[in-house]
């Protein structure tokens, strides 16, 4: 069980263009999902918090217009990067909280990895 | 991660036991979290730990002391497999949201 799922695993865009990257939770719901982007060697950084119904929560220095959230459904959460450049290039990752045994825990997505030429 | 310091690499050798320290800085906390991350991919969820303690899962362990800010994650009879980076997480009180370390990078030798 909280299985989390990303679509597509990898996509090459040119610089201008919009990419849209799909996160589903597979075998729960999910009210919160999570969005995190990872450039080479470095951590997960939160990027913004996407609520079920609600406007996503960005975190501070994250474009709320270049970097679009939507969450239409208890178990899909969508981002898209809109006029990709270069530098947008990163892994992009999302994770889904769920509730086992009392506690919360966040599980990932395989990951999108971006490149922009 | 600024608030969350951990070793950048470790290396241990296979079959042995290995112990990966982590401290973090927090105004609120509302749970400590490990993950394991290969190469190339997403996280995977290891552990998690809300009270000070020892929490063990097989050969996973993991330990918390909210009062130092500490936590290690011990992995015994080291696999090759488990060459990987671990990530220390936290999550501050009220929110649902993780701040991640940097993350150690475990390299396993036979």
């Known amino acids: 069980g909280a299985v989390v799922s990303q679509h597509p695993s990898w996509v090459i865009c040119k610089s201008g263009t919009s990419v849209k990257i799909e996160c589903r939770s597979l075998d729960f719901q999910a009210t919160t999902m999570f969005w995190y982007r990872q450039f080479p060697k470095q951590s997960l950084m939160l990027m913004a918090t996407?609520?079920?119904?609600?406007?996503?929560?960005?975190e501070q220095g994250v474009e709320k217009d270049k970097f679009l959230i939507n969450h239409a459904s208890l178990t899909l959460s969508t981002l898209t990067v809109t006029s990709a450049h270069p530098e947008d290039s990163s892994f992009y990752i999302c994770s889904a909280r769920a509730v086992r045994g009392g506690a919360y825990e966040q599980y990932f997505g395989p990951g999108t990895r971006l490149t922009v030429t | 991660g600024q608030n969350i310091d951990q070793p950048t690499e470790m290396t241990a050798t296979e079959g042995a036991i290995v112990q990966i320290n982590c401290t973090y800085q927090t105004s609120g906390f509302n749970g400590l979290f490990w993950y394991q991350q290969h190469a190339g991919e997403a996280p995977t969820f290891l552990s998690y730990?809300?009270?000070?303690g020892l929490e063990e899962k097989g050969r996973f362990s993991s330990f918390l002391s909210r009062s130092k800010g500490y936590s290690y994650l011990l992995l015994k009879e080291l696999q090759m497999k488990d060459s990987a980076s671990y990530l220390c997480?936290?999550?501050?009180?009220?929110?649902?949201?993780?701040?991640f370390g940097k993350g150690t990078k475990l390299s396993v030798i036979p």
């Open positions: 996407s609520n079920e119904g609600s406007k996503a929560t960005y």
């Open positions: 997480a936290h999550s501050g009180a009220g929110s649902y949201q993780l701040t």
């Open positions: 730990n809300v009270l000070d």
